[in-house]
Structure formats: C-alpha cells, structure tokens
C-alpha cells in the first residue's frame, strides 16, 4: 500500500467525519505559509538581481557566486571582465554575478 491511503479511507467508527477534510485544510494552510514566507521573498529577490544584472555597467561594483568583488571593466555576451585588483582581471559568466552594487563607496575602516 502507498502512503496516500489516509486519503481514501473513511472516517473511523464513532470518529469526526471532517477529519479528513480538517487534514487537507492544514496541508493547504502550511503550503500557504511556506508560499509567503519563503517561495514569493526568494522569488522577488531572484527577480532584483536578474534586473541589476541586466542594467550593470562598465565601473559597477559587482560580487560573484564564489565571494570575488570587483570593478566590471567589461561586458560581453554571456561574460563579464571583472578587476579584482591592480591589473588584475578575472573572466565570469554572466550568471555568477550576483549582487550589483553601482556608484557604492567602499567601506573605509577606522
């Protein structure tokens, strides 16, 4: 037997006959709060960075999926050319850019 059969058995002797109904409504309510708490704000969020990616520019600051930060110096199809330090320039995909920071001074620590 599969794990499902709850759903097509009856209601036990003497037992409530919303029961099974009173479990679908609580799989809905928790599917409901996993939708809002955490599929639409992740969502929303993929659709941001999507939208900075699209728009980066030559001289924004851009961080990778592997924690590199730097200068984009220029943009190519499907690649980016990022400077990580003085003359030292590292190629990426495109879709390992995932924060653009545009115009943002550096922190300076005191």
């Known amino acids: 037997m599969t794990n499902f059969t709850f759903l097509l058995m009856g209601a036990p002797e003497g037992g409530d006959p919303n029961g099974g109904m009173i479990n679908l409504l609580f799989l809905g309510a928790i599917f409901v709060v996993f939708y809002f708490f955490i599929i639409r704000p992740q969502s929303k969020r993929q659709k941001e960075i999507q939208k900075k990616v699209s728009e980066m520019k030559k001289g924004d600051k851009v961080v990778t999926s592997s924690g590199i930060i730097g200068i984009l110096n220029s ?24 924060d653009v920071n545009p115009n943002k001074p550096e922190k300076k620590d005191k």
């Open 75 to 98: 943009i190519e199809d499907d690649s980016v050319l990022v400077e990580v330090g003085s003359n030292v320039k590292i190629r990426f995909l495109t879709s390992s850019i995932t």
